[in-house]
C-alpha cells in the first residue's frame, strides 16, 4: 500500500479543487491510500473576513490539518499552495519551517515530492512558485516529480490554461472569479495518478 499525502493552503478555494483532482488521480492508482490534509491558517480571522476569504475557506473546512510529524508517514507527498508574490504562500512557508526534526533525522529522504500551485494572473509566477518550493523538498532528500509532457493537455494552444512540466496549476483571475478548467483539471488528475504509480513502484 502506497500512501500518498496531499498538503495544501487555499485561501478561496483554487488550489483546494486541484488537490481534490489531484485525490482523483491517485485515487485511481489500486493499493493506494491517498490523504488531504491543509495547513493551518496564519491570518486573523477579521482580516480574512475583508479579505473577502472566510466564506470560501468553509467549502473545505472539514479536510483535517495538517502535522508536520504524520508527513513522515507517507510515501509521496504532492504540496499545493496559492502563489506569493512569485513564492510559496506564508502558511506553507510556516508549516515547512517546523520540518527541521525530521530533516535532522532524515526522515523525508527518499519520498516522492511534487507541488501544484494558481496564481492570479496569467504570468504571475506559476514556474517560480513550484520550482522555488523544490529546494525545500532537495534539502529534505525528497524525489521531485512533475508532469512529463505524455500529458497532452500541457500542449493545448487553444486556450488559457494553468499546468507545467513543473506541476499542475490554474489562474483564478484578479478577483478569483475563474475556476479551474478541465484542461487544468486533467492535469491535476494525472499528476496525482503520476505521483501515486511511482511512489508505488518505490514502496515494492
Ligand atoms: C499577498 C498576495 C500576493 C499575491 N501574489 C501574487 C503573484 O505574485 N502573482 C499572481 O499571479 N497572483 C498573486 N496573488 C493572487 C493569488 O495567487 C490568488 O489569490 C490565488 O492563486 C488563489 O488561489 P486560492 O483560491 O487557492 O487561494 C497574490 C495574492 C495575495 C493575497
Keep these: 500500500m ?13 488550489v483546494y479543487q486541484l488537490a481534490e483532482a ?14 488531504l490534509y491543509q495547513v493551518p491558517e496564519l491570518v486573523p480571522d477579521d482580516v480574512l473576513e475583508k479579505m ?9 473546512a472539514d479536510i483535517p490539518i495538517a502535522e508536520p510529524a504524520r508527513l513522515a508517514e507517507a510515501d509521496a507527498i504532492i504540496f499545493g499552495t496559492p502563489t506569493r ?12 519551517d517546523q520540518t527541521g526534526q525530521l530533516w535532522m533525522k532524515g526522515a523525508l529522504v527518499g519520498k516522492v515530492g511534487s507541488v ?3 496564481t492570479g494572473t496569467q504570468h504571475g509566477g ?10 525545500t523538498l532537495l534539502h529534505q532528500g525528497m524525489i521531485i516529480v512533475g508532469v512529463p509532457y505524455t500529458v497532452q493537455e500541457l500542449t493545448n ?10 506541476g499542475a496549476s490554474t489562474l483564478a483571475g484578479g478577483d478569483g472569479s475563474r475556476q479551474p478548467t478541465e484542461n487544468e483539471l486533467a492535469i491535476a488528475r ?3 495518478k503520476h505521483v501515486a504509480e511511482i511512489a508505488r513502484k518505490l514502496c515494492r
Design 52 to 60: 473577502g476569504a472566510k466564506a470560501a475557506r468553509q467549502a473545505f
Design 126 to 135: 506559476q514556474e517560480t512558485t513550484i520550482t522555488s518550493f523544490h529546494s
Design 22 to 35: 489531484i485525490a482523483e488521480g491517485a485515487r485511481e492508482v489500486p493499493d493506494t491510500q491517498v490523504s
Design 85 to 96: 508574490f512569485g513564492n510559496m504562500c506564508a502558511q506553507m512557508r510556516n508549516f515547512l
Design 190 to 192: 494525472f499528476q496525482g
Design 2 to 14: 502506497a500512501k500518498v499525502q496531499i498538503v495544501f493552503y487555499s485561501m478561496y478555494g483554487h
Design 157 to 166: 494552444m487553444e486556450e488559457i490554461t494553468g499546468g507545467s512540466p513543473y
Design 116 to 118: 501544484f500551485t494558481s
